[in-house]
């Protein structure tokens, strides 16, 4: 069970609720995830996570399914069980085909595997990957 | 500098420099990073984790700049020097332009800002995510 | 269910009781946390684990509350779903208001996040900040 | 070196430089640190970043000094070199004795190690810590 | 409940039965673990896994025991619970007593306070210990 | 460079001196690794952690190199720099084969590739796995 209760719409002060409503408006669902509901204790991070996910979330130069693949790919290797089943689930509202979650897992594991590779023989970085783009 | 010194093609046993050939041929480049160079000492391993990378990051059902960007946002994620500016550049190669790079480390931040907060309040997964795909 | 039974303090040998009997004396609680009767398996591993604890979350430089802050923050960041219940508690009862565990979340958060965008563009520390202190 | 150039307050376009003004005014130094002229190149996370800094790190219901020590906690454990300089010099400048820095460091130390313990026994949370804060 | 179902036997394409057979065989067992099952939804990814597992942890220049010792090792680090049962299992099953089981968790949770304290201080590497094997 | 200085044996207080001198009793050896000399800052912690150090990778119920391989296994997995490089050559001086090196690189990318995969998926654990030992 979560360390702190949940705060439900209802008996929500109006700055929740202003969040909640635009939450519902923005992802067209009526649903609160329990994240925000747990989030609503505290109503100025609330506003601000909700801030920051809308407009990293949103419109941009990466198509929105890949950057949920992307979440997922980070939440897997953070070990969060909740942000793994919550944007798997994201994901797949947006299309993700089984195809292409088997595939994702696949690159995650390939790269944890290199990773470590690198990491545990210690390789140095090839002088031509350390350039900045001009 | 590495713990174990680079096999230079030269020097390479005909079983390492089958697998720098095809490295080769597949990425159409003479080049041969560092990773592989210092793999190179346990052809075995050298034979395997390149027929990994090669499969899974081949043609499938994810596009190939995605699944780079997925590699770095791993990468970024495990904190592997390495493979970050490698997997930057290989992205850059395929086309990841400077707003997506951008957007990609917004998106790894993210992620990783509420991936802290779930697990931070041990936020319980909502029913309707806990089902698996029918 | 842990991986190894836990040892019930009258069941324990005298090594163990010893160490039972100081936790105790020293949180002014009879109630000894599955974490010890786990560690009991291994007298040696069970006192010097103690010791160290009682050593390092004793009197010192930075205050009692200040300590379990930073465990829990550490704990959240390493995902230990044990020790952020534990600590969380023992923060609780060393006077953790709601108000300090919601801006906890938040700065663990925003390091979390924070500490993803500087690896990901691999940032250069600055040379003011690689002196140490004379 | 950074994957990406770093952008000069004179050479940066209004956006960035109303935040670069901001760190310094809030902050009362003229320095800003390499971490912001990097995230310049995209100002609207240059905006959003220094915002959640600004809000988090600002007065509030733990003290500002004991807030950098959690940053340097997570930092820590994070293992983000950049962050581990530029906040351990943060909290210097807040007032972070050396002892305290000692201290700050042994209880990461010591969490880091229970972690592990718990993680590797996989010792089940006494139900007595499992209710949430009514 | 996983994220994808588990594919069981009498219902698996031959490409999968293959793969249980060998698995079975190699282990003379007729269990299959969960793992594999929900693998077998990717028979390309199921083959290429269990033949990594199987020529990683096949015989080789250290002993049998000492690889599960290992495996278990980096996945208390890495905090994965599914692994850390089932190869502590493997573990026991190829003759770890409960006396190394606990000095392997000892041995883990040291090492994670020094990485830690290493990190913390950023330490510098010794020279000597800088040289690769000639 | 470190975050303080380190503290050479003549200016070192009899404290840290007699830590000192038993390391190099212990090891055969007259060095003293910078790590030892950043902690001696701190010599109650210098002290612990020594005394945890020789405890726990002394004679016991493992092998001494394998508890060597064990300690490089967790330093790769949680990325210290520091301690990859000590513990290899410490690893190295107890006798480690450069075959075994490669084969513990090997067996920690195998564990973390498969570990991801397990998260990724959220595979249950085999009801036979979870049972803890009579």
Same mark, same amino acid.
């Given at each position: 069970?979560?360390?702190?209760?949940? +705060? !439900?719409?209802? &008996?929500?002060?109006?700055?929740?609720?202003?969040?909640? =409503? =635009?939450? /519902? #408006?923005?992802?067209?669902? =009526?649903?609160?995830?329990? %994240?925000?509901?747990? $989030?609503?204790?505290?109503? #100025?991070? $609330?506003? /601000?996570?909700? #801030?920051?996910?809308?407009?990293?979330? @949103?419109? @941009?130069?990466?198509?929105?399914? +890949?950057?949920?693949?992307?979440?997922? #790919?980070?939440? +897997?290797? *953070? *070990?969060? !069980?909740?942000?793994?089943?919550?944007?798997?689930?994201?994901? /797949?509202?947006?299309?993700?085909?089984?195809?292409? %979650?088997?595939? $994702?897992? &696949?690159?995650?594991? $390939?790269?944890?595997?290199?990773? /470590?590779?690198?990491?545990?023989?210690?390789?140095?970085? =090839? !002088?031509? %990957?350390? !350039?900045?783009?001009?």
């Amino acid at each position: 069970m979560a360390l702190v209760p949940m +705060v !439900e719409y209802d &008996a929500a002060p109006p700055a929740v609720r202003a969040v909640y =409503d =635009d939450i /519902r #408006a923005t992802r067209k669902t =009526d649903y609160i995830n329990n %994240f925000w509901k747990v $989030l609503a204790h505290d109503p #100025a991070m $609330l506003a /601000r996570t909700w #801030a920051n996910v809308k407009e990293v979330m @949103g419109p @941009g130069a990466i198509d929105p399914l +890949v950057k949920e693949l992307i979440y997922v #790919a980070v939440s +897997v290797t *953070n *070990n969060c !069980e909740y942000c793994i089943h919550t944007h798997t689930a994201a994901a /797949r509202a947006k299309g993700m085909t089984e195809a292409q %979650f088997r595939e $994702l897992i &696949a690159v995650v594991a $390939l790269a944890s595997q290199t990773n /470590r590779i690198a990491i545990g023989y210690q390789i140095d970085v =090839d !002088e031509r %990957f350390r !350039e900045p783009l001009a």
